[in-house]
């Protein structure tokens, strides 16, 4: 008893002072509740509220990296742990990224995160949130678009939201395994639809944004033509769509884009003109290929020589030949045939191949002319060899007219039969006497080579025996006597 009084005296005697220490730590706790000094340990207003609101919203810095966990640090006593596996690349100390916010961890005091735009590992009905990427398997194939299966659920994908552009042919994505985005996700009906092409807009944005810097007008570049219509179409850079119009497609004559170029096809293109603030930029196919044929027209093509071409267009004044790629020219109707024709395909049709003479060349302006009569023989040269004054011939009403009727005696030689010499009674109207395609025997009353005309006569032709006139557009025929001659009346139009 003695000892145990002696310990209290000595422990009182040896006992510090700690009367300044309580008033400390009475300030220091004034007004913090015994509630909030258990709960010290757990996540405070600030990590709860980035839980209740980070659905992608929240960036966070990486402050630590483990064998399976990174660990992030949103700031003051908010952290987060996210898996390894969200990372496509090696993730960094330091580095800031976006993160979702999947649940908070009671028992470890952690936020459990998905990285923004990672794709989720181990997805299900209960924790499936809209924006969140994850990977499926295509399974089937109808109207509206694509069924995938993820993880044992069944999703949705509209034919839309497949691509970047319209997929004429869903059945390619068979059996593919795809990375997609959560559009809407309705737990209590199982009704789960996804988008691919969300991710691919991201993606080209990205590599949009990169290949700006790197344009520049007059570079060459592979793309791929996405859109066709009829006045151009749209080709994809890598990341940048430019429009290459169908008149920079090629150096020949197109009526439209889908004669060059379909969707699909990989071309080389040259950047001819670029906007680097509104990203547009006009596109050549034909500038990247090769040299203008143009170039060099004038000597290739010189006027009065002779090449052969193909009918690619037919209109009502002539016909448009190309003699080769990038080089047409017009051929008049004029220049079709020594006959007068009424469209050009009565001579030729389109595709046909032709030989013809250059009558005039303009590289500068990018026209040319050619002759189609020209390049055979001309009728007029030798008419004198087989038509002859007062000779008695043959022919065939082409046209009529108010002064007269034009008779074609040969192919290439017409003769006009004024409406003076239709007939020995006075003549109203010339159809009164001929008609079109009627055939008729004819004087040639006479020629004149240089002129290419033939003054021609029925009147006086039907003096003539049926036994001298000879045979239909033949070059012998003799000089046929009349029984009478009598002087030609006047009236009409001079020819």
């Known amino acids: 008893m003695a000892k145990k009084i002696h310990d209290d005296v000595y422990k009182e005697k040896f006992r510090p002072d700690d009367s300044a220490l309580d008033k400390q730590l009475d300030a220091e706790l004034a007004g913090v509740s015994m509630e909030a000094l258990y709960s010290f340990d757990k996540p405070q207003a600030e990590s709860q509220s980035v839980a209740a609101g980070a659905k992608g919203s929240k960036r966070g810095r990486i402050v630590s990296i483990g064998k399976d966990d990174v660990f992030v640090d949103f700031g003051g006593k908010s952290q987060g742990v996210c898996s390894v596996l969200q990372f496509e690349e ?20 952690l936020l459990v995160l ?19 990427i994850i990977e499926g398997t295509v399974t089937g194939v109808n109207k ?42 309705e737990r ?15 993606e080209k944005e990205v590599a949009k944004k990169k ?75 034909k500038q990247a290929r090769g040299t203008d044929p143009w170039g060099d027209a004038g000597s ?12 690619v267009k037919l209109e009502t004044f002539g016909a448009f030949i190309e003699v080769e790629e990038g080089v047409e020219g017009l051929l008049p109707i004029s220049e079709m045939s020594w006959k007068r024709i009424k469209h050009p395909s009565d001579i030729v049709k389109e595709n046909d191949t032709v030989k013809l003479i250059v009558l005039s060349v303009d590289p500068t302006q990018r026209r040319i002319s050619f002759s189609l009569k020209q390049a055979g023989p001309d009728p007029w040269t030798t008419v004198s060899d087989r038509y002859a004054t007062d000779m008695v011939v043959t022919g065939t009403i082409t046209r009529t007219t108010d002064f007269g009727a034009f008779v074609e005696l040969e192919s290439g030689i017409e003769g006009l039969v004024h409406i003076s010499e239709l007939s020995n009674q006075r003549v109203r109207t010339t159809t ?16 004149d080579k240089e002129q ?44």
């Not at 998905?114 to 969140?132: D, F, H, I």
């Not at 009164?432 to 020629?447: F, S």
Request: net charge neutral; charged share 30%.
């Open 90 to 109: 090696e993730p960094q100390v330091g580095q800031e990224l976006e993160f979702d916010v999947d649940r908070y961890d009671t028992r470890e005091g």
């Open 114 to 132: 998905t990285r923004r735009g990672a794709k989720a590992t181990n997805v299900s009905w209960e924790n499936l949130q809209v924006g969140q």
């Open 144 to 185: 509206g678009g694509l069924e995938l299966e993820i993880k044992s659920m069944r999703a949705f994908m509209p034919a839309g939201q497949c691509d970047l552009y319209h997929v004429p042919d869903l059945e390619q994505f068979m059996g593919q395994r795809m990375t997609v985005e959560v559009t809407q996700c």
């Open 188 to 202: 209590e009906s199982r009704n789960l639809i996804v988008s691919r092409r969300n991710i691919l807009e991201r």
């Open 211 to 285: 290949l700006m810097e790197e344009l520049a007008e007059g570079q060459i570049r592979r793309g791929t033509v996405r859109n066709v219509m009829d006045f151009g179409a749209f080709v994809d850079l890598g990341g940048a769509d430019g429009l290459l119009h169908v008149s920079e497609m090629s150096f020949r004559r197109g009526r439209s884009a889908s004669e060059f170029v379909k969707i699909g096809d990989v071309i080389d293109v040259k950047i001819i003109k670029f906007d680097k603030e509104s990203g547009k930029m006009s596109l050549s196919l």
């Open 300 to 311: 290739k093509y010189a006027v009065g020589s002779s090449l052969t071409g193909r009918v």
């Open 432 to 447: 009164d006497v001929v008609k079109p395609g009627q055939e008729v025997r004819v004087r040639v009353l006479e020629i």
């Open 452 to 495: 290419r005309r033939i003054a021609l006569s029925i009147r006086t032709a039907a003096d003539v025996a049926p036994a001298e006139t000879p045979a239909t557009g033949t070059a012998t025929g003799t000089p046929a006597q009349p029984k009478k001659k009598r002087p030609q009346l006047r009236g009409g139009l001079d020819f």
